[in-house]
């Protein structure tokens, strides 16, 4: 269906940011302030100074609001706004101030050697008596950190939205020709129960305000001798500390310009932006891979059969593995007919199945003893190895077709994956045993009881390749390589359920990289799931409570996405103004 010939117009909303990405796109620096702001800031920027000396004379109020003003317009970490400002005047309060202030510089010179102890204390360090008040800037953490967007992860960022209001403050006052001077020689449990903080506020120091004796062209402590300036290019480096290597990794995620075009894409369209929610950041990331192109691929089904199943760890028999592949090879397993109804392509792949190779599938068997986890390893490590490059050449020609959607079929194989996520992210075994497919309560607690065992003879384990070798399974390496290879070959991997979840995980541990080309499908019922998905840093596009494996999950998401894709192709496209307008 095409538009009418005068074209849509596109829909731009009264609030908010109303710039299209097609007007962003024709010029990325018109966001740029003029030349003379530039300037200005530059110029307040290099003469801002830390000064020590006032002029008795008042501030005008509308002067000392404005400064306020700038300091909670600051940046805070999740808008939480942390900082509370306590103008001080009172003679009495700045005379105890300074006075606390005078012993920190004492207490502190004397931890120094004698000349620069001497020269520390030629310093004049504050101005709390002679400036005509006083702010102290105090941060208000009584928030737990867990629920201020930005904190769980940096917990002391609500301090770091406090030193960036303060440096709003500075800068403001230095354009209005005020002195600032930002003290931190006070204790701040002291500094805190004179200006009466509650418990949970903390303070970080005192600021001078006033007009200034003194109009330093250069920092003060530099004119003093005691330190210099670095130059620039002793501060900066580049991709990591210059003393450590970083990780070496050889694969690139998708380049940023085809990344922004996908994303220009969705903002022709005739929806509000982010119409799709998390499957339009999805469709734009398989579009960036794939050149624009969201349709088609390959679902890689792996299978093993497992000696841990003889532990009594599932409620299936093991020939029900067999069963499973033999039928994705006819193409009437669950896996093959979601993969069909998908468009894409199925890749039967035999990993380890007891008995010879079934007929039909990719033989990727290796030879070697096999373990049952709690009382030997699952593979030898050069069996992992193998399983790992067989897999590789699988998803790179699997590649080919466009994306790859993983899939896995292995009686006992939650338990395998269960004992790697332990071992992964350092969770107890109670933590990640879930009911598997048709488990009772008897079954879970022996798998707890495995993993926990497995776990015990292993030890501690880091190398992906020996986490494999000591707690994996045939099936698990394959698809790590798949991975791999498919991401290696620029395609995107949409992953299924634990299992799948986990082979990405290691596959992550091997090539970093590897995490740009991934897309979640789902969120599985598997108790440990969630958590290997948050260590993957992906939101899955569906939550059904599946239990199927085989990829039935992934199938389902690909489908989705390819959904996705056509209805962003297919919607009615909006025109360009030509009056200048911003399309409203």
Excluded at 38 to 45: K, M
Aim: with cysteine; proline share 6%.
């Amino acid at each position: 269906m095409t538009a009418p010939e005068h074209g849509f117009r596109r829909p731009t909303p009264v609030v908010g940011d109303r710039s299209s990405a097609r007007e962003r796109g024709a010029d990325p620096t018109g966001w740029r302030m003029s030349e003379a702001v530039v300037e200005g800031l530059d110029a307040a920027i290099g003469a801002r100074r830390d000064l020590r000396r006032y002029r008795p004379d008042a501030v005008p109020e509308p002067y000392v609001e404005k400064v306020l003003r700038a300091g909670h317009s600051a940046p805070s970490v999740g808008h939480s706004q942390p900082w509370r400002f306590i103008v001080v005047t009172d003679p009495a309060l700045r005379d105890r101030a300074a006075h606390m202030a005078d012993r920190a510089r004492i207490r502190q010179a004397a931890g120094l050697t004698p000349d620069r102890a001497a020269r520390l204390l030629d310093l004049k360090l504050e101005g709390i008596r002679e400036a005509p008040l006083g702010i102290v800037v105090a941060c208000d953490r009584r928030a737990a950190a867990g629920g201020v967007l930005g904190r769980a992860t940096f917990p002391d960022t609500d301090l770091w939205s406090c030193a960036c209001a303060i440096q709003n403050m500075w800068l403001t006052a230095r354009t209005l020709g005020l002195g600032m001077g930002w003290v931190t020689l006070f204790e701040p449990v002291e500094l805190a129960e004179l200006l009466g903080l509650p418990d949970g506020v903390e303070t970080l120091g005192w600021l001078c305000l006033g007009w200034p004796d003194e109009r330093p062209p250069s920092p003060g402590l530099e004119r003093a001798a005691w330190s210099r300036r670095l130059p620039l290019d002793e501060v900066v480096m580049r991709d990591g500390w210059h003393e450590h290597a970083p990780p070496t990794s050889h694969l690139r995620g998708p380049g940023a310009e085809k990344l922004v075009t996908a994303t220009d894409s969705a903002d022709d369209v005739l929806t509000p932006p982010d119409a799709l929610g998390v499957l339009d950041r999805a469709v734009s990331r398989v579009a960036a891979l794939l050149d624009g192109r969201v349709a088609g691929g390959s679902l890689v089904l792996a299978g093993a059969d497992h000696p841990v199943a003889a532990l009594g760890v599932s409620a299936f028999e093991p020939s029900v593995t067999r069963d499973v592949l033999t039928a994705a090879v006819e193409g009437t397993s669950a896996g093959a007919v979601a993969a069909r109804a998908a468009g894409l392509e199925v890749v039967a792949v035999d990993a380890g199945v007891s008995g010879d190779p079934v007929a039909g599938a990719v033989d990727a068997r290796v030879a070697g003893p096999r373990g049952d986890l709690a009382g030997a390893p699952a593979l030898s490590a050069s069996a992992v190895r193998e399983l790992v490059n067989r897999g590789r050449t699988i998803g790179a020609s699997a590649a080919a077709t466009g994306m790859v959607a993983l899939g896995e079929v292995g009686i006992g194989n939650t338990t395998i994956a269960g004992a790697l996520t332990c071992a992964l992210l350092t969770l107890r075994p109670d933590e990640v045993a879930g009911l598997g497919a048709g488990a009772d309560d008897a079954i879970v607690a022996r798998k707890r009881q495995v993993i926990a065992d497995a776990l015990s003879r292993a030890g501690a384990v880091a190398d992906p390749i020996e986490l494999l070798a000591e707690l994996g399974g045939p099936e698990i390496a394959v698809l790590t390589g798949v991975v791999l290879g498919a991401a290696s070959a620029g395609a995107p991997v949409v992953l299924d359920g634990l299992a799948t979840s986990v082979a990405a995980a290691l596959a992550i541990r091997i090539e970093g990289g590897v995490q740009a080309y991934l897309v979640a499908g789902q969120r599985s019922r598997e108790a440990a799931h969630d958590a290997v998905l948050t260590e993957l840093g992906l939101e899955p596009l569906l939550q059904l409570r599946l239990r199927a494996g085989e990829g039935v999950g992934a199938c389902l998401a690909a489908s989705l996405l390819a959904q996705g894709a056509a209805i962003r192709a297919g919607t009615a496209k909006t025109i360009a103004p030509t009056d200048g307008s911003l399309g409203d």
